[in-house]
Antibody
Framework: EVQLVESGGGLVQPGRSLRLSCAAS????????MHWVRQAPGKGLEWVSG????????GYADSVKGRFTISRDNAKNSLYLQMNSLRAEDMALYYC??????????????WGQGTLVTVSS | EIVLTQSPATLSLSPGERATLSCRAS??????LAWYQQKPGQAPRLLIY???NRATGIPARFSGSGSGTDFTLTISSLEPEDFAVYYC????????FGQGTKLEIK
């Protein structure tokens, strides 16, 4: 059974940093791209970032480019999101999502339950 | 950035009725469009990918159509569990989501 468990969320002041983690199990992690998607309270979905199976291809939404960094450790079956210079508009539930494409980008077939990031002074 | 615009924002229907949800892209995305369903307190679930292919385990009452800039998700006969928020997503140029359509019980 595929499981994605996010952690690392919490309350952080504007301008500070936070690192999210996603622990994956139930599939061959290093065969698939992975993504972060966020959802502000009561709002829609926003793709944040994606990383290919070997970290050779990485993409970011314009809203986070230059502030957020996605990475993965295939030996640890883990995905990360380093978030710097956090803003009030970054406050959201952050989902980790598995790509369904084998060794490439495709659609998102499994999602975690999310970790909540609150940005407030 | 490709912008996806969904309509209507809210759709009020009764069980057994047919639902038609629309998604329009700001530029052609070919057939690189998917639909997701999200229920309160849950993560999204992939329904349709590549515009018209049902994901694993998705009932046949869900169907997708379209290409280029105009896409439609159709639910042929609504079941009580279908009332939720639906999002379209493109992957022609990285990824983006539409703002969602809330399907509510009339």
């Amino acid at each position: 059974e595929v499981q994605l468990v996010e952690s690392g969320g919490g309350l952080v002041q504007p301008g500070r940093s936070l690192r999210l983690s996603c622990a994956a199990s139930g599939f061959t992690f290093d065969d698939y791209a992975m993504h972060w998607v966020r959802q502000a309270p009561g709002k829609g979905l926003e793709w944040v970032s994606g990383i290919s199976w070997n970290s050779g291809s990485i993409g970011y939404a314009d809203s986070v480019k230059g502030r957020f960094t996605i990475s993965r450790d295939n030996a640890k079956n883990s995905l990360y999101l380093q978030m710097n210079s956090l803003r009030a508009e970054d406050m959201a539930l952050y989902y980790c999502a598995k790509d369904r494409g084998y060794s490439g980008y495709d659609w998102f077939d499994y999602w975690g339950q999310g970790t909540l990031v609150t940005v407030s002074s | 950035e490709i912008v996806l615009t969904q309509s209507p924002a809210t759709l009020s229907l009764s069980p057994g009725e047919r639902a038609t949800l629309s998604c329009r892209a700001s530029q052609s995305v070919s057939s690189y469009l998917a639909w997701y369903q999200q229920k309160p307190g849950q993560a999204p679930r992939l329904l349709i990918y590549d515009a018209s292919n049902r994901a694993t385990g998705i009932p046949a009452r869900f169907s997708g159509s379209g290409s280029g800039t105009d896409f439609t998700l159709t639910i042929s006969s609504l079941e009580p569990e279908d009332f939720a928020v639906y999002y379209c997503q493109q992957r022609s140029n990285w990824y983006s989501f539409g703002q969602g359509t809330k399907l509510e019980i009339k």
